[in-house]
DNA sequence: TGACATATTGCGAATTATTCGCAATAATGT
DNA sequence: ACATTATTGCGAATAATTCGCAATATGTCA
């Protein structure tokens, strides 16, 4: 939850909006939940915070290629991956073991493991 | 390797590009590729060739989170995934066997999985 | 081979997401 | 309350990707 210095109107209303959407988010649709509560925080504002959250690590970042990115809190839920419904843009969560996979990856290439993502495309039971 | 109706050059200059830079990239590297070859193709064809060789499954689609989305094809090499450097963006090919990923994933939430992508994030030996 | 039908291209403009510069404002310590 | 300065709002600037449309190239068939 360190996100800059101060605890400001607009960092609590971005926190806010993130927790309750309770999904992966893009920086508009931040925007516009918060103006539903009859409140207002400039899109700038929004992307400069959410890209000090990214590096405070308060929140993944999320990409399923459609030109945006998407942003999820870190805390509550453990990590754990996505399902994007290619037909509708529903977001599912999903966890797994994958000790082994990580395991296969350390070292390989001389390359040290920051983080990774895992997405799965696929068609939710509305879209089959 | 079935793009579109008709065996164009644009189109066969693109496809040589992606197969001689040899590891994914954007469409505007594909552009400056072909131009280095004292050839042309516009930008928008580009994106346009892209867009039916994703559908019809001639590449596939990588995300880093660079803004942009960058494209490999789909033969030759099998099924893999990245490493890709956040200092210098340098991109690695890496294989691993997955099959337990998968199986713990399909039909779970009741979705049909299409395709997945999975990429890793840290630091090559050069940036560490 | 040459004309036709139309898929595809080039070009310029339009969109969309994201970033910047800077003056105005609000948060925090004294 | 005051000063310091991190942060915001605003408008303009970028960067990636998409569109509309007239010009052109490709595959087909007479
Ligand atoms: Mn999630
Ligand atoms: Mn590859
Ligand atoms: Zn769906
Ligand atoms: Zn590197």
Redesign the interface.
């Known amino acids: 939850m360190k996100i800059g210095k101060r605890y400001t109107q607009a960092r609590k209303r971005i926190f806010t909006a993130i927790e309750k959407m309770d999904k992966p988010v893009s920086a508009q649709e931040i925007y516009d939940y918060i103006k539903q509560n009859y409140e207002e925080v400039d899109l700038a504002s929004i992307y400069r915070n959410l890209e000090l959250m990214n590096k405070s690590d308060a929140v993944n970042?999320i990409?399923f290629?459609e030109?945006k990115?998407r942003y999820e809190l870190k805390n509550k839920k453990g990590h754990h991956h996505h399902?994007f419904?290619?037909g509708c843009g529903d977001i599912?969560d999903?966890k797994?073991?994958?000790e082994?996979?990580i395991n296969?990856?350390k070292d390989?290439?001389?390359?040290?493991?920051?983080?990774?993502?895992?997405?799965?495309?696929?068609?939710?039971?509305n879209c089959?």
């Not at 390989?108 to 039971?125: A, D, R």
């Open positions: 970042v990409l290629g030109g990115k399902l419904c290619e599912k999903i797994m073991k994958e082994n996979l296969n990856v390989s290439q001389g390359f040290v493991i920051k983080k990774h993502n895992l997405e799965f495309f696929g068609l939710c039971p089959q």
